[in-house]
């Protein structure tokens, strides 16, 4: 009985959050955009200058994504003549050009020339533009990039002073390493980076601030539930797999002193949870978009996912070691024996911590190595996306990194409980 509660429970906050973030998206669609047009012509110049895809210290790791950037702003500020505002809040019109290069498609529409067709993105539920309109209202895009890498700085600095001052220091040191493989320079100066980012990182504030709280009854499984769902409507398909693995992290270096069991046992269910919320918005948003619009998004979502899972690039057939090993090298920066030497130091420092109690540790570290699993299984099933946008998607592997380091501070620890 408890559980079928629970579950109902999860399924009217799923059914909530579709219709709260139509709502919402309904909302900013209102806002004139004329404002917002004068604030973005600043995009022009740092585009013209940039292009698609800058290299901020001449790495992968670090490129920047102006292509999709541009197609946001697009989201924001393109108006299809003649169609309702709930037609633009499902099927988000963006003007097409020549090239079909979004930034080219930003540029050109900026200079006032006239689109030659529209295209629609309804697969997605585009929740950053509930963000983004309201800020194209009051700044430019460089405007926008500057306070993101205020906001994204200070939300970390309060969330270690809170661990510090609440929790101890150990719980910082994955966190922060986490945080560096995010490469959180190219992080705040692309928009599209960030969706992910937020979500994760104040379920981690949240964690910290409230811990005692969330482990109370199924919040816990609420509030993984919310971060799947928020996910889904901000983001592209970036590195999602980072906004579980991160959070679900976080929890286990602060349920120190949990059996492993129990631990493993909520990893599962708070990553079922997530699950749910992350493919169930994404699905809510096929069918609402497929009823009021009258026609088939479901059909070409699926049509997109079945193509974004093949093994497919091209004309060449990828493997799911080759695309983990480009991911791989590319959050390495080149530098595979890392991804070797750091797992070996974090062992040994666990063993160290444990009295070279072997059995002991192999115990504890189970939950870990289930969250450091999660980017790996992502990009098994997520092959030709993973492979073509490696550039991205190696931030996924934030979850592992945190994990890994999660082990060599947080296990071994005498007082755990086995």
Known sequence: MKLMKTIMKLILILIGSVLLGTAFLYLVFLLPTDGMSR????????????????????????????????LMLLNALFEKEGTRTLEQVLDVYQPGYESGNPTESFILYEDGKKPLYTTSYSRYWHGYLVILK?????????????????????????????????????????????????????????????????????????????????????????????????????????????????????????????????????????????????????????????????????????????????????????????????????????????FLLVPVIMLAMGLWQSKWNWKKLALQIIPYLLVAAMPFVWYAVMLNHSFVHHWFTYRGLAASVFAVVGIGVMCGDAERIV
Request: charge should be positive; proline fraction near 3%.
């Open 39 to 70: 604030h973005a012509k600043d995009a022009v110049t740092a585009f013209s200058i940039e292009r698609n895809y800058p290299m901020m210290d001449g790495t992968e790791a670090t490129q920047l994504d102006n292509w999709t950037d541009s």
């Open 134 to 338: 309201p800020l194209l209202t009051v700044m430019g895009y460089l405007g926008i990039r500057g306070l993101n890498r205020i906001l994204q700085t200070l939300l970390m600095l309060a969330t270690a002073v809170i661990l510090w001052r609440r929790h101890g220091l150990r719980p910082i040191l994955p966190l922060a390493a986490a945080y560096g493989f995010l490469r959180p320079g190219a992080v705040a100066f692309s928009m599209q980076f960030s969706t992910v980012f937020y979500p994760s990182m104040i379920a981690v504030l949240i964690m910290a601030l409230f811990y005692d709280q969330v482990n109370k009854g199924n919040r816990f499984l609420y509030l993984f539930l919310l971060v799947g769902i928020i996910t889904n409507y901000l983001d592209f398909l970036t590195y999602p797999i980072a906004g579980l693995g991160i959070p679900m992290g976080m929890w286990l270096c602060l349920s120190r002193g949990k059996s492993w069991q129990y631990q493993a046992k909520q990893v599962i269910l708070g990553s079922m949870c997530w699950g749910f919320g992350y493919f169930g918005m994404w699905i809510g948003k096929w069918v609402i978009g497929s009823i009021l619009l009258h026609k088939s998004i479901i059909a070409d979502a699926l049509t997109q996912a079945q193509f974004r899972s093949s093994s497919t690039v091209g004309d060449i057939t990828v493997s799911r070691g080759l695309v983990i090993l480009r991911n791989l090298y590319t959050g390495t920066g080149g530098r595979l024996w890392l």
